[in-house]
């Protein structure tokens, strides 16, 4: 795609900043977007290394799973990247990064669309989504979702701690309203379902095969690039994510 400008928005806590600055440095166009509460040795070392920090309050309430802190930090940074000039931004936590991340924002084929990281089955060996959430029936009633209740029972999901696109179709994706009690259902399907939505989808489903009629998904790029996404929070790439037994990793 000509004329694109993709920055990367690092979206969270700065626990593995060293780490993480060694992995993204001489990287243009990079944003780190937290809270002002973070380590101030920290944020003075992002600085220092001419990252551009998007700094904010916490929310007063932080949400089930922290969907509140990720929903205000990631947009937080991508409007301050679309006032930069972005065309396409990809969104990453913190304690994640690709292999060479220079090479992957060079090589990788960004289009029109989002792509997320991969679609997850998990398989026989692992407890069903509604016991882990006794709630997802009755909250998919609610949300007018009924038709979907057999699609979450093996827990098939989008995972949502990195996707990358457009910048307004990421901006549109991340714009969760901000959550005032606890919502005890998992913020992928929260993201998902109400982007979808807000787009006009009909007939929604959460199998693999309709999700990759909307969405793009990256695993398999990086595995055939051989440059994998790298957890610093669990000393694992994505590459043995696609070896594990237990889950199945799709896209």
């Not at 209740?149 to 179709?169: A, H, K, R």
Request: hydrophobic residues 35%; glycine residues 6%; negative net charge.
């Amino acid at each position: 795609m000509k004329n694109k400008k993709v920055f990367l928005i690092i979206q969270g806590h700065t626990s593995k900043c060293d780490q993480m600055l060694e992995k993204i440095s001489g990287l243009e166009n990079v944003i780190w977007s937290t809270e002002k509460t973070m380590p101030q040795e920290d944020l003075k070392k992002i600085e220092a290394a001419g990252i551009k920090l998007a700094l904010g309050d916490p929310p007063s309430f932080n949400g089930y799973g922290n969907v509140n802190i990720q929903v205000l930090s990631t947009v937080r940074g991508l409007e301050l990247a679309k006032s930069l000039g972005a065309t396409h931004a990809i969104k990453i936590r913190s304690d994640l990064m690709f292999k060479d991340p220079k090479r992957f924002i060079e090589s990788y084929p960004f289009d029109d669309t989002i792509h997320q990281m991969a679609y997850i089955e998990h398989t026989d060996k692992c407890i069903s989504t509604v016991v882990h959430y006794p709630g997802i029936p009755s909250w998919l009633e609610e949300q007018g979702y009924s038709n979907i209740i057999s699609d979450v029972s093996d827990y098939n999901y989008i995972t949502d701690f990195t996707n990358l696109g457009p910048i307004d179709e990421m901006l549109s994706f991340w714009d969760l309203p901000e959550e005032s009690s606890v919502v005890r259902i998992p913020a992928e399907f929260k993201f998902v379902l109400r982007y979808l939505k807000d787009k006009g989808y009909e007939d929604i489903k959460l199998t693999y095969k309709w999700l990759s009629s909307v969405f793009g998904f990256f695993i398999s790029y990086c595995k055939d690039n051989e440059n994998p996404l790298i957890s610093m929070k669990h000393q694992i790439d994505s590459d043995r994510w696609l070896e594990s037994q237990d889950i199945i990793f799709r896209g």
